[in-house]
């Protein structure tokens, strides 16, 4: 049977994912690949282990190598492969990009959904995009693609499908870590920093299933093995409604930057972006990287409408109280107030798009089966 190659190699990928497996099975194909628990729930057929690839910083992919190398032949195989009709890529650049250029190599139909950022940095990369269709969630990706010679196409964000609001019975402070192993269990631990003695319940919102034991070993360690009986973990909803209730019900969260300070966000949730990448990957970054901001909502909104913080392993310690300010301000009403203004701009931000199965038919019209 001929078949699409899809490759997402993160849980935000994975929800992105999700409607482009139902669209290729509908329009006849099957789908192969790698992809998390709700592409392969909609049909994928992994061709490699998934748990392997949500990998985060140069420090953190040293450790994996060998097992990434493996992960990425099997792709590499399934592409080559005279049945792949066609490679639909998501995100996760390590492996895209270069899957890309064997899919121009080998005349395959292609296309990229949430294409490298490179309005923040490595620009260069949109030189190897050129000719290849790309999908991008937010209006201001597609014009820094389209300045560097890239066609690029709206897709509708998957959490723009409601407007629905929380209501006032907020009774949590939710953590949300990272999707990432080694990235959940930095950034988990400068959590517990700022919130220990905040008198609330605490959620820790794991971002796949396979964690939950992961988070709940770090937060056997953080409180010398006797854990509060208010502090949970949780596997965070698939459903947009159920995400959407979750984060409505919590007085205010901490998050690593990607996709969950969006949706938080757009649930006038109040929210502080913190992330403590490895040593290594902070020096690269911060000679690399050249934007203003890294958490979502202060990008479309190009200014501070969160307090976001990257801080080196060395200077955690010293940075906590700044934290901890910021974070306890989020219980006061106006943050609440400010939360709602920030929802309310947002939905106007990332309303519009086409469906993937709109995309899929735009870009592969004429491919027959």
Not at 79 to 108: H, S
Not at 278 to 297: C, E, N
Request: hydrophobic letters at 45%.
């Amino acid at each position: 049977m001929q078949y699409f190659l899809l490759c997402a190699g993160e849980d935000s990928g994975d929800v992105l994912g999700e409607s482009f497996v139902s669209a290729v099975i509908a329009a006849g194909y099957g789908a192969r690949g790698t992809g998390g628990a709700r592409m392969q729930a909609a049909g994928l057929d992994p061709v490699c282990e998934y748990e392997t690839l949500p990998v985060s910083g140069f420090g953190d992919v040293l450790p994996h190598y060998f097992r990434l190398r493996r992960a990425y032949a099997a792709l590499c195989d399934a592409l080559t492969a005279p049945e792949c009709v066609g490679f639909i890529a998501i995100d996760y650049p390590g492996f895209n990009m270069r899957l890309c250029a064997l899919a121009k190599r080998l005349g395959k139909r292609m296309l990229y959904v949430a294409p490298p950022q490179v309005w923040a940095w490595k620009s260069s990369r949109a030189r190897k995009l050129q000719g290849v269709p790309l999908a991008v969630l937010f209006d201001f990706e597609g014009d820094a693609f389209a300045r560097l010679g890239c066609e690029a196409r709206r897709l509708r964000h998957p959490f723009a499908i409601s407007s629905e609001r929380p209501d006032d019975s907020r009774d949590q402070i939710l953590l949300l870590p990272g999707s990432r192993k080694s990235q959940a269990v930095r950034n988990l631990k400068a959590y517990i920093r700022v919130v220990r003695d905040s008198g609330r319940r605490v959620t820790v919102v794991a971002a796949r299933k396979s964690l939950v034991p992961v988070l709940e070993r770090v937060l056997l360690q953080s409180f010398g093995g006797n854990v509060p009986a208010c502090v949970s973990v949780t596997v965070a909803p698939e459903s947009v409604a159920d995400r959407r209730h979750l984060y409505g019900s919590a007085v205010g969260a901490l998050v690593a930057p990607g996709t969950a300070t969006l949706e938080l966000a757009l649930s006038a949730c109040p929210q502080v972006v913190l992330t403590v990448p490895d040593s290594l990957t902070y020096i690269m970054g911060s000679l690399l990287v050249k934007a203003r901001h890294f958490a979502m909502p202060n990008i479309l909104l190009s200014c501070e409408a969160v307090p976001e913080f990257i801080c080196a392993p060395w200077t955690l310690r010293r940075t906590v109280p700044q934290i901890r300010l910021a974070f306890e301000s989020m219980e006061k009403g106006a943050a609440k107030t400010a939360a709602t203004s920030i929802a309310n701009n947002l939905g106007a931000i990332v309303a519009g798009g086409k469906s993937a199965a709109e995309l899929l038919g735009e870009f592969f019209q004429g491919n027959a089966h």
